[in-house]
Nanobody
Framework: QVQLVESGGGLVQAGGSLRLSCAAS????????LGWFRQGAGKEREFVAS????????YYTDSVKGRFTISRDNAKNTVYLQMNSLKPEDTAVYYC??????????WGQGTQVTVSS
């Protein structure tokens, strides 16, 4: 079955950086588009970034453009989210997910990111 395992979260001061990883198994990773989402306390889950199968096309929500970078290593079946210049409002549980037609599916368990001011 498809499994997604996120890691790399933690506590960081505002202005700091973190790199999240999402290791995938049970799917043909090299032909699969993926995305990162986040959900803050008391908030709805929101889209953060996505990447196509080859890594040549990426999308970001406006609030993270210029600060976050999504990338992938198809040899390692892993997608990354490099987060720089972190702000307290970036505090959330971050999830990766597999892109499906019109939606996302196969969510990971999430990794907590906490940015202190």
């Amino acid at each position: 079955q498809v499994q997604l395992v996120e890691s790399g979260g933690g506590l960081v001061q505002a202005g700091g950086s973190l790199r999240l990883s999402c290791a995938a198994s049970g799917l043909t990773f090299s032909t699969t588009a993926l995305g990162w989402f986040r959900q803050g306390a008391g908030k709805e889950r929101e889209f953060v970034a996505s990447i196509n199968w080859s890594g040549t096309s990426t999308y970001y929500t406006d609030s993270v453009k210029g600060r976050f970078t999504i990338s992938r290593d198809n040899a390692k079946n892993t997608v990354y989210l490099q987060m720089n210049s972190l702000k307290p409002e970036d505090t959330a549980v971050y999830y990766c997910a597999v892109r499906a037609p019109g939606s996302y599916k196969y969510w990971g368990q999430g990794t907590q990111v906490t940015v202190s001011s």
